[in-house]
């Protein structure tokens, strides 16, 4: 892999979420990603993603972080942990609520079901929070904060978003990496910036996380791609500083199925009880990912 940043140092992270154990798939992910570093003489950092508390486990964590080692990971600094992060993911929300960029919405899922049921003329918007609680006081519990999008799209005042995209999924070409500002209101809508239940989002944590372990190149798999475009607003609304991405392809498994937490029974756990070296899973992950590039 050639970033072209011989001169500046690479940082490159992991982020396991302890919702089970490694697959197949992570150490394709991990391994990539730390090899980046390595070879670029950059750094690697560990964040462990323990935002969604309910699912998250300890022993999963536990477990993560003693199979990183066992294949051979090592990480630079100390371990961050979402849990422990609450109050800058609290201050970005403060700063956007202040902004106006933010407000609450009070809709169940059923509610944004039958809103979204409603015969609609434009089919696209038919998939997207319909804004029901844009502007107005809401009424119940507060489900969420939202981003009103076409305020962040006057503050941000540009028409296009960049990042850099260096993977080699064919779910993108050049000029996805530019997208306007309308496509982005039109595809995402009002989007949760903070559940109630966690009181951030998936995107917020990270853009945070990126932005204080200093990551200037995020590996990750392909299937965060069609979220990217949300971080980078984030990070442009927070003046944060936007990572070079690489999205590299989901491994499947033989029958074709993509290789997830609740498919896979080739965990690194089962795979080293089994007896099989750390080389050799590391040789499983990059032979599977070979076949499904080619
Ligand atoms: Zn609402």
Not at 38 to 43: A, S
Request: net charge positive.
């Amino acid at each position: 892999m050639n970033f072209n940043k011989k001169n500046n140092e690479i940082i490159e992270r992991t982020a396991p979420s302890p919702t089970g154990g490694l697959h197949i798939g992570h150490v394709y992910s991990v391994l990539t990603a730390y090899e980046n570093a390595r070879q670029n003489h950059g750094l690697f950092k560990l964040r462990i993603e323990d935002i969604d508390f309910n699912r998250c486990k300890l022993d999963f964590e536990k477990e993560i972080i003693a199979n990183l080692s066992w294949l051979g990971v090592s990480w630079n600094g100390k371990i961050m942990r979402q849990r422990n992060r609450k109050k800058y993911y609290l201050s970005a929300i403060t700063q956007l609520m202040n902004e106006g960029l933010l407000y609450p919405c009070s809709c169940t899922r059923a509610d944004i079901k039958k809103v979204l049921a409603a015969p609609h003329p434009n089919e696209k918007l038919d998939q997207i929070y319909p804004g029901t609680c844009r502007g107005r006081q809401p009424t119940k519990p507060i489900q969420a904060l939202r981003l009103n999008i076409a305020k962040a799209k006057k503050i941000y005042s540009k028409q296009k978003l960049y990042f850099i995209e260096s993977g080699h999924s064919t779910n993108y070409s050049l000029e996805d990496r530019v997208i306007t500002m309308e496509s982005l209101e039109n595809q995402f809508g009002d989007v949760i910036i903070a559940r109630s239940d966690i009181n951030t989002s998936y995107n917020l944590a990270v853009v945070l996380d990126d932005a204080s372990q200093k990551i200037t190149h995020v590996t990750r798999g392909d299937d965060l791609l069609a979220v990217t475009p949300i971080q980078v607003l984030l990070q442009k609304l927070l003046s944060l500083p936007t990572p070079i991405y690489h999205h590299h392809k989901l491994l499947y498994d033989t029958s074709g199925k993509k290789i997830s937490k609740r498919s896979s029974n080739e965990t690194v756990s089962s795979l080293k009880a089994e007896g099989i070296s750390a080389e050799e899973v590391i040789h499983r992950a990059f032979s599977q990912s070979e076949r499904i590039i080619k």
